[in-house]
């Protein structure tokens, strides 16, 4: 077993068309609104995730084009390891952000914290849980110093190309 | 586009052979020793890397069988929304797991904290970035209490079973 197959279970909808000019990360997305539209056959797995102020969505980066094991993020002018990068060209282009989850009403997610594309296909959403997810006294490493800039910095287009 | 194709890159070797009596989260695997053989093509992404303390694991639960949108979660005896638990019979099988990084050697990294059952498909390491992944004032739902136990409760089989 090496190769998975897994299927959209919805769409991630935000103000962001295209990669130029978006958060890079939650942090930098703060009060942008998005929504979370849940197929209608998963819609009863939604059940008890009301109570819950942060969800983790799991999706498809659907715009990234192949990979480079070595890359210059957008947070530093150096190439660094893909893997010490949260960049969206990846062997699996799987990304992750933690989104604030205002209201369900049927199979819509409303979001906050959207550092997302349009259009994005989804492919899981747990529950945010601080006691499973969250360590203190964490060394990031080059990230140590750029991450703080996270807040300001947008995304270009570096990652939509095959170099 | 609806369907997404994903290759291991490595395999994340723990003490767990099997899912009966694992922790059912890293902070339940406190100290748990493991590592994760990344395949050798992929070495060269791993540059930079060793300066965090903590990674996120993301990988296919190889052993979950089917889903079932409404599960009774290890923490809790009623049934929740499957989307408001962390059970691995889901959709998309995807775990993630943030453990802690104490060396890598070569395509070999020694981990820390391992909730994941050994010979677990990897499919992205993503370092850990409180900055980018940590949120104050979260609600936690139905967790909001159960969530501390997870220090003492074990998995059993009942994500084997295909009912």
Not at 12 to 29: C, H, N
Not at 36 to 47: A, C, R, S
Not at 123 to 129: E, N
């Amino acid at each position: 077993m090496s190769e998975f197959v897994y299927k959209t279970i919805g769409i991630i909808r935000s103000p962001f068309k295209k990669p130029e000019g978006m958060p890079i990360q939650p942090s930098g997305a703060n009060a942008v609104v998005g929504s979370v539209e849940i197929h209608p056959e998963y819609k009863d797995g939604l059940k008890d995730l009301d109570g819950f102020s942060h969800i983790i969505l799991i999706y498809h980066f659907h715009e990234s084009k192949g990979f480079s094991l070595q890359t210059i993020p957008f947070l530093d002018d150096k190439a660094r390891g893909l893997f010490a990068t949260r960049a969206p060209r990846r062997p699996n282009p799987i990304g992750i952000s933690v989104v604030r989850l205002k209201k369900i009403t049927d199979n819509v997610l409303e979001i906050e914290n959207v550092d997302i594309l349009d259009r994005t296909p989804l492919l899981d959403i747990k529950p945010f849980v601080p006691d499973f997810d969250v360590y203190e006294n964490v060394k990031t490493g080059w990230l140590a110093k750029a991450s703080k800039k996270v807040r300001q910095k947008k995304s270009d287009e570096r990652f939509m190309t095959e170099t």
